[in-house]
């Protein structure tokens, strides 16, 4: 019912810049929570930035301050990545909240992710 597909990633040099964009489509009613995770090799998946349905923002202490989490405030989300490090190596997810009829319930939704390398 809804495909989440995922841009932007690639190679970069340390302290380089990515922008990563996420698309929703197919049948929607309304979107509430958008969010970006990542999984690095060896380690857990782990929550990158959030924007809730009311535009607050949640980022891991590890970005705050690098990265930024934005909506078009209908089906896409985007992560400004700056100042990038090696350690912000992994595979990034995007993430929605997503109801798909007006009086269905919410269900979580997940893109196929997209590889983010920053390397010299």
């Known amino acids: 019912q809804v495909r989440l597909v995922e841009s932007g990633g690639g190679l970069v040099q340390p302290g380089g810049s990515l922008r990563l964009s996420c698309t929703a489509s197919g049948t929607i009613s309304t979107i509430s929570n958008m969010a970006w995770h990542r999984q690095a090799p060896g380690k857990q998946r782990e929550l990158v930035a959030l924007?809730?349905?009311?535009?607050?923002t949640e980022y891991a202490d590890s970005v705050k301050g690098r990265f930024t989490i934005s909506t078009d405030n209908a089906n896409t989300v985007f992560l400004q990545m700056n100042s990038l490090k090696p350690e912000d190596t992994a595979v990034y997810y995007c993430?929605?909240?997503?109801?798909?009829?007006?009086?269905?319930?919410?269900?979580?939704?997940w893109g196929q992710g997209t590889q983010v390398t920053v390397s010299s």
């Open positions: 924007v809730t349905g009311v535009l607050s």
């Open positions: 993430y929605m909240r997503v109801q798909t009829r007006r009086y269905f319930p919410f269900s979580d939704y």
